[in-house]
């Protein structure tokens, strides 16, 4: 048995590269070792931006309106799957995509 650990939108890293490899499926021309190989590339820069996107920092000024008072505040979104960021999963996919689309090419032959 699998805990899966995500804090926000960290269940994308699980949804899209799923989501991906379905669609190449639907693609009649496209073979099917090659399947699985451009879901993962192809879901890397999704996450990768989906990723830098929602987790950015957010910046804003409070103010007391009894005392007058400002002070700036920073709050830091966090998106992970296993705690690792989202954007971060994306180059991990990316990257386990070129792998095996180059195994494939040259070592399974």
């Given at each position: 048995m699998m805990i899966v650990l995500w804090k926000g939108l960290g269940w994308l890293a699980i949804v899209v590269p799923i989501a991906a490899t379905f669609l190449f499926y639907l693609i009649p021309f496209v073979s099917s070792a090659l399947v699985a190989v451009l879901g993962l590339i192809v879901s890397g820069p999704?996450?990768?931006?989906?990723?830098?996107?929602?987790?950015?920092?957010?910046?804003?000024?409070?103010?007391?309106?009894?005392?007058?008072?400002?002070?700036?505040?920073?709050?830091?979104?966090?998106?992970?799957?296993?705690?690792?960021?989202?954007q971060y999963w994306g180059i991990g996919l990316a990257a386990a995509g070129v792998f095996l689309f180059i195994y494939r090419a040259y070592v399974v032959v």
């Open positions: 999704i996450l990768w931006f989906v990723g830098r996107r929602v987790n950015a920092k957010v910046e804003y000024t409070e103010i007391d309106y009894e005392t007058g008072r400002q002070w700036e505040v920073t709050e830091y979104n966090q998106h992970t799957l296993w705690f690792v960021p989202l």
